[in-house]
């Protein structure tokens, strides 16, 4: 890197349709529970992330299919089939290219200013590892890991209040591109973060967020890829004590997405609010999972992704998983899904899960939520004077305009809305087209 509406159903979905929905408080057959030997996670100060050990050395392993073992050492991620569990979502042939070992590598084309006090750095590949929230659990971020050309290390000061949003915008120029990043957000600092993927590459990365005590965090990526783009790789977050994080994770071009998204904390007392939105057209695959790892009492989660799907063989996937653990008593934490499927020929999957090691908790809860558009909210707006071409977009836009407000870099927010605006009107040109043949008939 160099410095250089009518008021709907909130979701607006068909009342309808289809929902897994269960608030919990305890275990019960309807949950994934695990309840392996664990024991108490080491804290860690974020702040002093040049010093302090190798975080995932201090996680006990969990023994759960939904999420393998971290690893450094590639031969532990052998090249999958297709058929397990982590992977039977992802069209395989894809993702060739990030599965495999390349001869040669490159990075993103990196640009971005930031005030004085921030530092943007090259690290060795060792303080890379040391300094990571974990080792990679899946062969595209351990690939990333191994093949990166460069190890950055972005470094937010301690007690550091920055007003505005820092921007980093990554560009492909094609080819095979890994990149290895590392946020370090000291104690008590304040600042938005935003990292803008664009162009075209076949790209992977290991991302590492490690956020100090009292710290307060806004987090937003951009997927914004060309249209042949392929993008995989694994962000990993650690929440200090007493820390607010706000993730926001945006992806609306590329051929196929495909991240994987962990959060676990460093101590009690640590807030995450983590939001997603996608729109998928035809042909596109993106695939977002979400592993919250309670490991310390007193913490909370609230996970909100949202998508809409378009066109023949556009695919969604969601998987959210929170594992409560035995020593994360008092927590709090709900997770959703809701997809609105606009055409014929979409399909999106999506498979909220809650593993509960502990009952003494404050809540947890889960819903999933797949339809299309209300045909009683379309004739309502319609009856009203709106064309059908615009009640669909007031609909739509109330489905999105809740993650997009939550934001709070307007810059950022603005881009968004008119990517919502570019991807409806590719909805609604053929139903234009007919209804002006259907005049002239």
């Not at 040391?130 to 972005?154: F, G, W, Y």
């Not at 919250?292 to 023949?312: F, M, W």
């Amino acid at each position: 890197m160099t410095n250089t509406s009518t008021d709907l159903r909130p979701d607006g979905l068909d009342p309808n349709t289809s929902v897994d929905q269960k608030p919990v408080g305890v275990p019960d057959d309807g949950l994934a529970v695990t309840t392996p030997e664990g024991a108490q996670t080491q804290a860690v100060n974020p702040a002093g992330a040049a010093a302090q050990p190798n975080v995932a050395d201090a996680i006990e392993t969990i023994a759960s299919h939904l999420h393998p073992t971290p690893s450094w050492d590639l031969a532990d991620h052998p090249v999958p089939t297709g058929r397990e569990e982590i992977w039977r979502f992802t069209p395989m042939k894809e993702f060739g290219g990030l599965l495999a070992e390349q001869e040669q590598t490159t990075s993103l084309d990196w640009s971005g200013t930031f005030p004085e006090g921030v530092t943007v750095t090259g690290i060795s590949a060792e303080q890379a590892q040391d300094m990571a929230v974990e080792a990679p659990v899946d062969r595209v971020s351990a690939l990333a890991a191994k093949q990166a050309t460069h190890n950055t290390r972005i470094d937010i000061p301690a007690d550091a209040v920055i007003d505005e949003p820092i921007v980093f915008v990554g560009k492909g120029e094609g080819g095979e591109a890994r990149d290895r990043v590392l946020v370090t957000v000291g104690n008590f600092a304040k600042v938005t973060i935003v990292l803008r993927y664009e162009g075209a590459a076949s790209y992977s990365e290991k991302t590492d967020l490690v956020v100090g005590d009292g710290a307060e965090v806004n987090f937003v990526t951009v997927q914004d890829w060309d249209d042949e783009a392929v993008h995989g790789g694994q962000r990993s977050v650690m929440v200090g004590r007493d820390a607010r994080v706000k993730m926001v994770t945006c992806s609306l071009g590329g051929k196929a997405i495909r991240l994987q998204e962990d959060v676990r904390y460093a101590g009690p007392g640590g807030e995450l609010e983590q939001y997603g939105l996608y729109f998928v057209d035809g042909g596109q695959h993106i695939q977002h999972r979400i592993f919250v790892d309670h490991n310390a009492p007193h913490t909370k989660s609230n996970v909100d992704y949202r998508g809409a799907l378009q066109g023949e063989g556009a695919h969604s996937v969601w998987i959210g998983d929170v594992l409560i653990r035995k020593v994360a008593e008092a927590i709090e934490t709900y997770e959703s899904n809701k997809n609105l499927v606009l055409t014929d020929g979409c399909r999106a999957d999506s498979v909220p899960n809650l593993e509960i090691e502990t009952g003494e908790i404050a809540g947890a809860g889960h819903s999933s939520t797949t339809g299309r558009f209300d045909d009683n909210h379309l004739f309502y707006l319609m009856s009203r004077g709106i064309s059908e071409a615009e009640a669909r977009r007031l609909v739509v836009h109330g489905f999105f305009v809740d993650i997009v407000r939550r934001i709070g870099v307007p810059v950022v927010e603005e881009r968004l809305m008119a990517a919502v605006e570019k991807e409806l009107a590719i909805v609604d040109a053929p139903q234009a087209q007919t209804q002006t043949q259907a005049a002239g008939a």
